[in-house]
């Protein structure tokens, strides 16, 4: 257990960064998950944090150590990769030993921890058993006693569901969750997956082209995006693009909207489906304006509307599939109504 800074850290090959000025800051015990789009940084940034890939510039400290130059077997992190990476002709026991063999540990206290090291995941009576005789998420959690074995201070995983199936996944995010809050292990955790991340983690680090976007809570970074990248990555947003002129945007569309934020110059507006109302008749509202529905697509007690309120104005709004519902169908005309909000951003040439 352990804090683990991260200070300015970029990993440059040649002109290219693959990770730029990346800094975080992971509380002891805290579970933090780096999220992004693919090729955006994020195994490079766990990679150097373990020592396989060092960094071009920046720091890392580990418990307040600088571990910036120490190879990985000095670092005291424990690395769970997506495939599991056991091996195959050695039993579940031996696989969790391997390790600890190789540093020349004893072997009482090899077995002892072995053993204790698979109670934690709950595979201590199957420590006979080959990789092939067990499930995905078997062999996944003998990749995580594996890390354990070693009680290291910090916990790397990197994508360590996403060779499992959707139910699987689901019972091993629980399990890898539960095990982290009980031994307090700071845990640093790479998905593209929004629902795992938001399902497990502290604290979500957005990263784009390399960068950090944005560090928050899951509600943070859902309530109050900080670009209009993460407004469109983290949940959904429907994007209006205008100029805004203090708080009124003129739409491409030529519509007059009230924002809660007040910019000057080209922007773009994020709306939340569920903040966007839609109904028969003109509804009291910051913002109401009439459209036609493009198209409507059900997701069960869900729905989305898709309307147009011009050639160039597209709107999401999210209904609920409830009783007495107004729920319209493609080509209706109708209105959509929303709050002033906050979620507008200056363009940067991102569509
Ligand atoms: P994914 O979700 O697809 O695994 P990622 O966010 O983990 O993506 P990284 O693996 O960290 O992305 O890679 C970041 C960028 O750095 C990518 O554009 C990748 O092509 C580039 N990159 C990674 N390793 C090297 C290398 N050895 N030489 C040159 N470029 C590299």
């Known amino acids: 257990m352990?804090?683990?800074?991260i200070d300015r850290v970029s990993k440059r090959y040649g002109e290219f960064h693959a990770a730029r000025e990346v800094c975080l800051d992971v509380a002891e015990g805290e579970f933090v998950v780096l999220l992004g789009p693919s090729g955006c940084g994020k195994t490079t940034t766990l990679r150097m944090i373990a020592g396989f890939i060092e960094p071009t510039e920046g720091t890392i400290r580990i418990g307040g150590r600088d571990v910036t130059g120490l190879p990985p077997w000095k670092r005291n992190t424990g690395l769970v990769f997506q495939n599991y990476a056991l091996f195959p002709h050695m039993t579940?026991?031996?696989?969790?030993?391997?390790?600890?063999?190789?540093?020349?540990?004893?072997?009482?206290?090899i077995e002892g921890r072995v053993k204790e090291a698979l109670r934690l995941v709950r595979l201590d009576h199957l420590a006979e058993r080959y990789p092939r005789q067990m499930s995905g998420g078997q062999q996944q959690r003998v990749a995580l006693a594996r890390s354990l074995v070693f009680r290291p201070d910090v916990l790397l995983l990197d994508e360590p569901l996403s060779n499992l199936d959707a139910k699987l996944r689901g019972e091993v995010r629980v399990e890898i969750r539960s095990l982290q809050q009980r031994l307090g292990i700071t845990t640093?955790?790479?998905?593209?997956?929004?629902?795992?991340?938001?399902?497990?983690?502290?604290?979500?680090?957005?990263?784009?082209?390399?960068?950090?976007?944005?560090?928050?809570?899951?509600?943070?970074?859902?309530?109050?995006?900080a670009s209009r990248f993460v407004a469109g990555f983290v949940g959904r947003s429907s994007f209006v693009h205008g100029r805004m002129n203090g708080e009124r945007m003129t739409s491409l569309g030529g519509l007059d909207i009230r924002c809660g934020r007040s910019l000057v110059g080209d922007a773009v507006l994020a709306l939340r489906p569920e903040?966007?109302?839609?109904?028969?008749e003109p509804m009291a509202a910051d913002n109401c304006f009439a459209g036609v529905v493009d198209f409507v697509s059900y997701m069960g007690g869900l729905i989305d509307v898709h309307v147009a309120l011009s050639p160039e104005d597209r709107v999401v709004a999210q209904v609920v599939n409830g009783e007495g519902s107004f729920v319209p169908e493609a080509g209706d005309k109708v209105h959509v109504a929303w709050s002033a909000c906050a979620t507008v951003f200056p363009a940067t040439g991102e569509h």
């Open 275 to 280: 903040r966007v109302r839609v109904g028969p």
């Open 92 to 109: 579940v026991g031996q696989n969790v030993a391997f390790g600890l063999e190789m540093r020349g540990i004893g072997k009482s206290e």
């Open 2 to 5: 352990a804090r683990l800074e």
């Open 188 to 225: 640093i955790m790479v998905t593209h997956d929004q629902e795992e991340a938001l399902t497990m983690a502290d604290r979500l680090v957005v990263m784009s082209e390399g960068a950090v976007q944005q560090v928050g809570s899951q509600r943070d970074l859902y309530e109050r995006p």
